[in-house]
């Protein structure tokens, strides 16, 4: 079955850069989409198409592709930017699929 | 505004049934797919499945096929989950979401235990 790759946690310092990678075969020829959990919450989408941000996702999340690796990227992280991040994407066969998850901690 | 609505979660043995309904208001429901997706307590996310706007297409996970249905009653803006034969694994916050997967519900809580 198809499957997403990510670091299980990533650390960064408040306004330095984080990023997240998700990789898996398909990605190279199918969009990718990230969400941002926080605890308690449903996740919210802050990447679609591999690197469009939704209205009101601030400017400091971006996303790039290349090649079967996607990749989320957090410039000038802030406090509140501390949550678990998820890559998704559509296999072939219409099925959807989570990436394993990222905890990114920052302090 | 778009809002999605959950309900119908609860205690449940395993082997039973239960519906999930998601309210969808402050969007044309008829003109979007639809998803569903679960969290296990203190896990990742899990896609299940998709219905297509008009309900002529569904698609599972393969870790529920053959035993949930995604419907949709579009006269009602209302998705639905069947959930048959029931497992202890079928245990997690089931969340509905709009075709991009944006936005989300707030889950309702499925617990399958004797």
């Known amino acids: 079955s198809y499957e997403l790759t990510q670091p299980s946690s990533v650390s960064v310092s408040p306004g330095q850069t984080a990023r997240i990678t998700c990789s898996g075969d398909e990605l190279a020829k199918k969009y990718a989409r990230w969400f941002q959990q926080k605890p308690g919450q449903a996740p919210v989408l802050v990447i679609y198409n591999d690197s469009e941000r939704p209205s009101g996702i601030p400017e400091r999340f971006s996303g790039s592709s290349s090649g079967t690796t996607v990749t989320l990227t957090i410039s000038g992280a802030q406090v509140e930017d501390e949550a678990d991040y998820y890559c998704?994407?559509?296999?072939?066969?219409?099925?959807?699929?989570f990436g394993t998850g990222t905890k990114v901690t920052v302090l | 505004q778009v809002q999605l609505v959950e309900s119908g979660g609860g205690v449940v043995q395993p082997g039973r049934s239960l519906r999930l309904s998601c309210a969808a208001s402050?969007?044309?429901?008829?003109?979007?797919?639809m998803h569903w997706v679960r969290q296990a307590p203190g896990k990742g996310l899990e896609w299940v499945a998709v219905?297509?706007?008009?309900?002529?297409?569904?698609y599972y996970a393969d870790s529920v096929k053959g035993r949930f249905t995604i419907s949709r009653d579009n006269s009602k803006n209302t998705l639905y989950l069947q959930m048959n034969s029931l497992r202890a694994d079928d245990t997690a916050v089931y969340y509905c979401?709009?075709?991009?997967?944006?936005?989300w519900g707030q889950g309702t809580l499925v617990t399958v235990s004797s």
């Open positions: 402050g969007f044309t429901f008829s003109n979007y797919d």
């Open positions: 219905i297509s706007y008009d309900g002529s297409n569904k």
């Open positions: 998704y994407s559509a296999a072939d066969n219409n099925l959807g699929v």
């Open positions: 979401a709009k075709e991009l997967l944006d936005p």
